[in-house]
């Protein structure tokens, strides 16, 4: 059974670049509010520096969603459900700030900053990479770094991460109203990208993940190589999701007939 008595063998969370000076300095239990996520998805924004910005469009993205998860806490939402908000949305503001800083994010994040301005990639494959990396990578290393901090148990965590549905369904709902309006059709090959994706079901790949890296926590060696293969996962992902697509376009008129031969074609 996992307890909070297994905190002494507590595995390491990978460091990331800090996003403020006050990043990860917590006073008091619960010092984190949506209206603080806000504010530093507002404060830390990419700095759009062509057209496309791939970057750009998860960020605005994002933080519509932050936006609409509220302005504080809710009667029914766990107290630790906002301080793990921060705490997941830091690991984006940490892979952003290292590549700004001209440093190597981590390996999820590295095809949306490598591709971001590819102009044969569509708005919404840079959103659904973006949720991709945060949601495969980010989440479970976020549970555990609150696990961590606050000396408890995976079992104490789970009404937190329950808590969270709202902010990872809003931004899921962000990115498929982002895809709905691009499709062109059906058979449009950005339908087959989309899938079947699910806030539910990643979030529940990301509890699973966050699980094994607690129980891993007995084998120091362990906890790095399965973080090392959790990011290597999120970047093949990402990649397959930027993979480039042509714009939508009309159809092209029929060549009169003959005009193969013309054209030496035929």
Same mark, same amino acid.
């Given at each position: 059974m996992e307890s909070a008595q297994r905190t002494v063998l507590r595995p390491q969370v990978p460091p990331q670049v800090p996003v403020s000076t006050e990043a990860s300095t917590h006073p008091s239990p619960w010092p984190s509010r949506p209206s603080r996520l806000t504010a530093r998805l507002r404060t830390a924004g990419p700095v759009r520096a062509a057209p496309v910005d791939g970057v750009a469009v998860f960020h605005r993205l994002y933080l519509s969603a932050a936006t609409g998860f509220g302005g504080g806490p809710e009667p029914d939402r766990p107290p630790g459900t906002d301080d793990l908000a921060v705490r997941l949305a830091d690991r984006?503001?940490? &892979?952003?700030?290292?590549?700004?800083?001209? *440093? @190597?994010?981590? &390996?999820?994040?590295?095809?949306?900053?490598? *591709? @971001?301005?590819?102009p044969g990639v569509r708005p919404s494959q840079f959103a659904l990479a973006g949720v991709s990396a945060h949601l495969a990578h980010d989440l479970p290393l976020a549970l555990l770094e609150a696990a961590t901090a606050r000396g408890v148990g995976p079992e104490a965590l789970e009404a937190d991460l329950d808590g969270l549905a709202g902010l990872l369904e809003g931004l899921e709902e962000a990115v498929g109203e982002r895809v709905r309006a691009e499709l062109s059709s059906v058979a449009d090959p950005l339908a087959y990208l989309v899938g079947g994706r699910s806030a539910a079901r990643a979030r529940e790949a990301a509890w699973s993940a966050f699980r094994m890296l607690w129980r891993l926590g007995e084998a120091p060696a362990l906890p790095g190589e399965f973080t090392a293969r959790l990011g290597a996962e999120a970047q093949s992902a990402a990649r397959l999701l930027l993979t480039p697509l042509r714009p939508p376009t009309a159809a092209a008129p029929r060549p009169e007939k003959g005009e193969g031969r013309r054209h030496g074609g035929g």
């Open positions: 984006y503001l940490g &892979a952003l700030a290292a590549a700004q800083a001209g *440093l @190597r994010p981590p &390996a999820c994040w590295r095809p949306l900053f490598r *591709l @971001r301005h590819h």
